[in-house]
């Protein structure tokens, strides 16, 4: 029942989206104290509320992880509410369509022949790539320059970042985000070695491919089946399936139960099916 969790604070960016919103039911149940962090209220307060319904603690709040003065308020009210956090989940993040070339691959003609249906990296805005690298990176910075310093000396203290399969292998037409998830697990090792003085164990889970919100037009066509982007997915997946949330939850809880993780720290865990194994040979 990991008793030791129980009466910890637990702050989760990105806390209203498919897999953060699992994180914070599972945190709950064993008696972690949420804060469900999102740019939508009403989205934040649904998750909250499953979580009260289902007998937890849990609040809800609208804020912007690339924006400073939205997180400190939002560390304030956390703090008003619960207090400081012991555990940290940096999952707000994504990709730009803007920041998405059209195919895998430049040839001779897309720069001979410019059309408005053939999107090249050299057309992508300095602005999109910018809100990528912001929102997936500059946004777990900031928010850890939030709410660690309170998280000093604490019991259990401990940071997770998410990370991506885009860390290891970048991926075909979203140069932006794979560079961005690369930062983040490589912020992941910086900071665990800076704050190990400190107490604060920082690691990450690297997902490999789920279907959420966000990518489901890449993975699904209008009537429901799969993509030829999804078809190549799975082919290099051993386990030839997509995650589920659940498949998430074993890592999440081992990273943030020092009783069986804390000499565990700056690592990244794929959670991948194989993914990042298989070599297509």
Sequence with gaps: MRENLKGRVAVITGGSGVLCSRFAKELAKVGVKVAILGLVQEECDQVAQEIKNDGGEAIGIACNVMDKASMEAAEAKVSEVYGPCNILINGAGGNSPRGTT????????????????????????????????????????????????????????????????????????????SAAKAAVSNFTQWLAVYLADVGIRVNAIAPGFFETAQNAKLLRNPDGSLTERSHKILNHTPMKRFGKPEDLIGTLMYLCDEQESGFVTGVVIPVDGGFSAYSGV
């Design 102 to 177: 059209t195919k895998e691959v430049l040839s001779f003609d897309d720069l001979k022949n410019k059309s408005a249906g053939n999107y090249t990296f050299f057309d992508i805005p300095a602005k999109d790539l910018e809100s990528v690298f912001s929102l997936n990176c500059t946004g777990t910075m900031l928010t850890t320059q939030i709410f660690a310093p309170k998280m000093v000396g604490r019991e259990g203290a401990v940071i997770l970042n998410i990370s991506s399969m885009n860390a290891y292998r970048p991926l075909t037409k979203i140069p932006a985000y």
